[in-house]
């Protein structure tokens, strides 16, 4: 993809301007002289756990060869479907979705059914599964042409499509499954490949993720780099072949760092030093002065009144330094020394850079989604409200610009905050909702169990409940995450357990 032209005037508080590219408490709902089981199922679409037991029982008779209960199990996942679909039509919010993780033991007959099943019985009328992420692809070992290896690489397996059967199985029950996928975190498998070190995000100090990362499965690309554009797009289409109901692009930012890291502030902080993102970014400059003055900057880390001097004296045929978005201050009445104007070109020059690195993001997810958008399947993206706040003169160090993201798009808000309470949650959706256009399909992402608070977060019924309150026009939430409401089950799974 071409670079896009920048306005850099200032990032992130004029954001909007930058780049012309395409609460209160949370009480509970009175039950109304209901049963708590019963009050729960009505307010949100579950099903009571004697309804859910007996279906199980079917289930698990029907995977015995029992045919009579294999036709009314049968029956009984459409009539299931059919009354979920009622109950979400006329309950708040129309769309629940939960977010879930297959593992290599799903395999086993039943499981998918199970997994499928469990997320019916607790209101949900989408799934968002995980198909890239770690550097492996959910895609069946025999049809992966890929540069990742498969989830599934158990011996006997290479067929097993695990992606085709949750979209086969979900869509029975009423559900439709989005393909979740990490977008610019390629995984360390990805880092391994000799023929792909050229794609690598790198700093200025000469680091990879692998270093500022806690997680050694995280590894960041250049968003800039032909390769790894081609890369992914590749294995969208491959995904895309399965037909999921959507695409939700996650990992959509640079590395996140901690402590005094977590905030950019100079160069070096930048992930501008791969080659793909530097050609890119030498590429913006519209005349000698501006180009010389960025190959300063960013081997430097900063300019001086002699480097404007000297390129002065370089290029004394052309005015002021130029590049894609800078507005010249005022002429001034008399010739402005190198010394008076340093200030302003270097923070200009800062602006560029940060501006430069956030439209690598921006182009790389209208990159990623344009095979979706040519098939009439939606995308979303999903991010951190805060990840792309400035802070003085530096920016959050995963330069996240959610706010330039697609308004065709679904925007899925990760409204994680745990502060104990929901205030900071319902805050973190309305800063979204307060920088949207009106017309962004906003699905919030909550992280939680139903009936018990966890990591510091209330129950799901206390944050749902809150989040209706404050922001009514919110049509769909999302819940992190299944492993989080089924944790012996996911733990079973994961290591193949039997129960």
């Avoid at 690598?200 to 690309?221: E, P």
């Avoid at 340093?342 to 990159?367: K, R, S, T």
Wanted: overall charge positive; glycine content about 6%.
């Amino acid at each position: 993809m071409s670079n896009r032209p920048l306005n850099v005037a200032k990032p992130i508080l004029l954001w909007r301007s930058l780049f012309a590219v395409a609460f209160a408490s949370g009480t509970l709902i009175p039950n109304f002289g209901l049963q708590p089981a019963a009050a729960q199922a009505a307010q949100y679409c579950h099903l009571s756990p004697a309804e859910a037991k007996a279906k199980d029982k079917l289930r698990l008779s029907a995977q015995k060869g029992n045919a009579d209960a294999k036709k009314r199990y049968q029956q009984l996942i459409k009539q299931h479907a059919k009354e979920l679909k009622d109950c979400r039509n006329r309950t708040w919010p129309k769309t629940q979705a939960m977010w879930l993780r297959l593992y290599p033991c799903d395999t086993k007959a039943g499981a998918i059914d199970q997994i499928m099943d469990r997320i019916v019985n607790r209101g949900y009328n989408q799934v968002y599964l995980e198909v890239f992420y770690d550097g492996q692809v959910l895609l069946p070992a025999a049809a992966n042409n890929t540069v990742w290896p498969s989830v599934i690489r158990t011996p006997g397996a290479a067929k097993a499509d695990l992606l085709a059967i949750a979209i086969e199985k979900g869509r029975q029950r009423g559900l439709k499954v989005y393909a979740w996928m990490f977008t610019v975190n390629f995984g360390y498998s990805y880092a391994k490949r000799r023929d792909r070190e050229g794609a690598i995000a790198r700093n200025g100090k000469g680091q990879t993720s692998l270093y500022v990362v806690d997680n050694s499965s995280q590894v960041f690309i250049d968003p800039y780099n032909v390769q790894a554009k081609r890369d992914y797009y590749q294995m969208v289409q491959q995904v895309l072949r399965r037909r999921p109901d959507g695409l939700l692009f996650d990992y959509v930012r640079y590395p996140r760092q901690a402590g005094s890291d977590s905030i950019a502030t100079k160069v070096a902080d930048l992930w501008l030093f791969s080659e793909a993102i530097q050609t890119a970014l030498f590429q913006r400059a519209q005349n000698s002065k501006g180009l010389d003055l960025i190959r300063r900057f960013l081997g430097q880390g900063y300019v001086t009144a002699g480097d404007i001097a000297e390129v002065d004296q370089l290029y004394p045929q052309e005015g002021e330094p130029m590049w894609q978005g800078r507005i010249l201050p005022p002429a001034p009445k008399s010739i402005a020394s190198p010394t008076s104007r340093q200030p302003l070109l270097q923070l200009e020059l800062w602006q560029l850079a940060v501006a430069h690195a956030m439209q690598g993001i921006v182009d790389f997810v209208n990159l990623a989604s344009y095979p979706a958008k040519q098939q009439g399947i939606p995308s979303g993206v999903v991010f951190f409200p805060e990840g792309n706040q400035n802070l003085g003169q530096g920016y959050d160090s995963r330069l996240q610009p959610w706010d330039r993201f697609p308004h065709s798009l679904e925007w899925h808000p990760m409204s994680y905050a745990a502060c104990g309470h929901v205030s900071c949650i319902v805050a973190q959706v309305q800063r979204v909702l307060s920088i949207a256009k009106p017309d962004t399909q906003i699905i919030p992402a909550l992280a939680g169990k139903w009936g018990a608070s966890i990591s510091n977060r209330p129950p799901l019924e206390v944050q749902m409940q809150a989040l209706r309150q404050a922001t009514p026009q919110i049509q769909g939430v999302s819940h992190f995450a299944y492993s989080w409401q089924f944790p012996e089950h996911d733990g079973d799974r994961k290591f193949c357990n039997s129960r």
